[in-house]
């Protein structure tokens, strides 16, 4: 008999009754370290004080009125967005996956209102994830993804992650977009170069072909920039971003420059949810503290103590991991044994860490975890790899 809720994941049995900072705990009492944040979504931790208040004080006012409506939440949300990034203008969703509907929109819309209708393609790269929907998994374009949904969304073009040949042969002004990961999450913490970053952004300028960065995992100061591309210095046109922007409340945005978002106007797209007051003054509280950059440069302090342990736990365990990639407080260990067997001996010395292609198993840590639970975790990890090393 089919389970009540329909049955598309594969759970740990793990019961988590409670959240408080980096800690998760069960109802008897056993606790958790959080490397995994929900997926990079618990930005701030569980339970954090100025985001509990933010929640508890809207929801005595006004949870929800649609966008029929103006919303003081919202547009406050989007100024604050506004100032600290490249966009000019915002449209709020429930998810990343939204945000990657509305990004393949605003592209093709873009070169519609230019006259160029044909312009539609997307190009996209192996190992990407953009979400589940139609869209989104045409998107990706991996088989584990499209296989028995039927008609594929065209118009995607996929290229290998890291063919800069393939890359430079493909862009030519037939392309829409260019749309990539600056650190691939899902696809095994995969961290695009710097330099590759700036020969994209130059690429597409050569062409007019927009610059889609999805940034839902590796931004909102999951690298140690509020976003990931600051990094190498350049701006996308238009930028998906969600987990980490709610602190745990469904928010997702994209963020345009006017130019890309020229598309858009009344009555091209919309959303119920999106955007509404109880979602935005949580986004609010999450922006306030992670753009100041005081709490980002905690962040780089954190990710460098980290990084240093995780980097003398692969050389200590060399039969358990074979390296450490990543940037920020996005970290993955590649593992020699299954990685799935590393994530169950890290449930066992009670750290959260969640799996990713590539058999990697991801760190994401809330960005506020102290340096006693990076230590206290390390020992969990290391008490882990010591028991995986023991098995194999
Ligand atoms: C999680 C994720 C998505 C999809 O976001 P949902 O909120 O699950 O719809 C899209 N892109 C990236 C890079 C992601 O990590």
């Avoid at 649609?66 to 919202?74: D, F, G, H, K, V």
């Avoid at 695009?192 to 909102?220: F, K, M, N, S």
């Avoid at 009555?267 to 935005?280: M, Q």
């Avoid at 969990?380 to 028991?387: K, M, N, P």
Wanted: proline share 4%.
């Amino acid at each position: 008999m089919i389970p009540s809720v329909l049955p598309t994941y594969n759970r740990a049995p793990l019961n988590f009754v409670k959240g408080e900072g980096s800690w998760l705990f069960e109802a008897d009492g056993r606790r958790f370290l959080d490397l995994g944040s929900g997926i990079a979504v618990n930005v701030l931790g569980h339970a954090h004080p100025k985001l509990t208040e933010a929640l508890t004080e809207q929801a005595q006012k006004l949870w929800h009125v649609s966008n029929l409506y103006e919303i003081p939440q919202q547009q406050a949300l989007a100024d604050a967005l506004v100032a600290h990034s490249f966009a000019d203008t915002v449209f709020f969703t429930n998810s990343g996956t939204e945000a990657c509907e509305l990004a393949v929109k605003m592209a093709r819309k873009y070169w519609y209102d230019k006259g160029q209708q044909d312009r539609t393609e997307i190009i996209t790269f192996s190992g990407a994830f953009h979400g589940r929907s139609t869209a989104a998994i045409a998107a990706a374009g991996s088989e584990k993804m499209i296989k028995g949904f039927g008609p594929v969304l065209g118009g995607f073009t996929h290229l290998d992650w890291g063919d800069h040949d393939a890359l430079k042969a493909a862009v030519s002004e037939k392309t829409a977009a260019v749309m990539i990961e600056p650190v691939q999450g899902e696809g095994g913490i995969r961290t695009l170069p710097d330099q590759c970053l700036q020969g994209l952004r130059a690429l597409c300028d050569e062409t007019g072909a927009l610059l889609i960065l999805d940034e839902v995992q590796c931004g909102v100061g999951r690298t140690g920039k509020l976003f990931a591309h600051e990094w190498a210095g350049i701006t996308p046109d238009i930028m998906m971003v969600a987990k980490g922007i709610g602190g745990g409340f469904p928010l997702g945005a994209v963020l345009a420059s006017e130019e890309a978002a020229s598309g858009m106007t009344a009555g091209t797209h919309g959303s119920t949810y999106g955007g509404n007051p109880l979602g935005c003054a949580v986004g609010r509280a999450v922006m306030d503290i992670v753009a100041e950059e005081g709490f980002l440069a905690d962040v780089r302090r954190r990710a460098g103590q980290l990084r240093q342990s995780l980097d003398g736990l692969v050389a200590a365990h060399p039969d358990v991991f074979e390296e450490l990639r990543g940037a920020g407080l996005m970290l993955g260990l590649k593992c020699k044994p299954a990685n799935t067997e590393l994530v169950q001996a890290c449930y066992d010395s009670g750290v959260i860490t969640v799996p990713a292609a590539d058999n990697v198993i991801r760190l994401l840590p809330p960005l506020n975890i102290t340096e006693e639970d990076i230590a206290e975790a390390m020992k969990r990890i290391e008490t882990a790899a010591l028991t995986v090393a023991q098995k194999d």
